[in-house]
């Protein structure tokens, strides 16, 4: 079984990332429990705007597609910025919305049987918000979303130390983030289990 994490921070490569940091908790559940985990972030590939799967010359999403494709178990991963997924996570869900009108060879939607769940960081008011937008996303898009499929780390409103700065309330993340990837590998193996809802990968 295959999970891809897509880290949506701002931050090139290869700058530390307080998301990268948090969503490897979750990454590292799901290794413990023999999936196989890649992690991609965005912001260092070439993700040209629109909806489509391939928008053309220099276009690096068509291998992004690829990887989603291959994955039973999806995370999404964005920092937030003023009370909202980053500018990144827009992209990467528009770039996703063209999903919706693809179809396996059973004329299922490709996201059908697949598993998603979202992690946050950053010191602002808005984690809860961040999760909605993306989960209801990926959601339209056809993925599964667990109970529990989230996970996040702020310091409430206004400016503080980052996760990678503070050890404040990294047990409630990462005990919340361990039991993310448990509920997410438990739905994955379910619908695996089911040949009439496993996704074709």
């Known amino acids: 079984m295959k999970a891809l994490v897509i880290n949506c921070t701002l ?3 290869p700058e ?3 998301t990268h940091a948090l969503a490897q908790v979750v990454g590292d559940e799901l290794q413990s429990k023999g999936v196989e985990v890649e992690y991609l972030r965005a912001v260092d ?3 040209l705007p629109g909806v489509k799967t391939d928008q053309g010359s220099g276009d690096e999403w068509p291998g ?3 990887k989603l494709l291959q994955a039973a178990i999806l995370v999404i991963a964005s920092p937030t910025w003023v009370g909202r997924p980053s500018s990144v996570a827009q992209r990467v869900i528009e770039r996703m919305n063209a999903m919706i009108g693809e179809t396996d060879s059973q004329d299922r939607p490709v996201a059908f049987g697949r598993v998603a769940g979202v992690v946050v960081t950053g010191n ?3 984690a809860h918000h961040v999760v909605s937008e993306i ?3 990926l959601g339209d898009i056809g993925y599964t979303i667990p109970g529990n499929a989230w ?3 702020h310091l409430g409103p206004g400016k503080g130390p980052d996760y990678l700065d503070a050890k404040r309330g990294h047990d409630w993340s990462d005990e919340t983030g361990r039991t993310m990837a448990a509920n997410l590998h438990i739905a994955a193996k ?3 289990a089911d040949k009439d809802a496993a996704p074709e990968i």
């Open 11 to 13: 931050k090139p490569s």
């Open 16 to 18: 530390p990332s307080n």
């Open 45 to 47: 590939l070439t993700l």
């Open 64 to 66: 992004v597609h690829e």
């Open 124 to 126: 602002e008011d808005g």
């Open 135 to 137: 989960a209801g996303a």
């Open 151 to 153: 996970t996040y780390w």
């Open 190 to 192: 379910a619908l695996a």
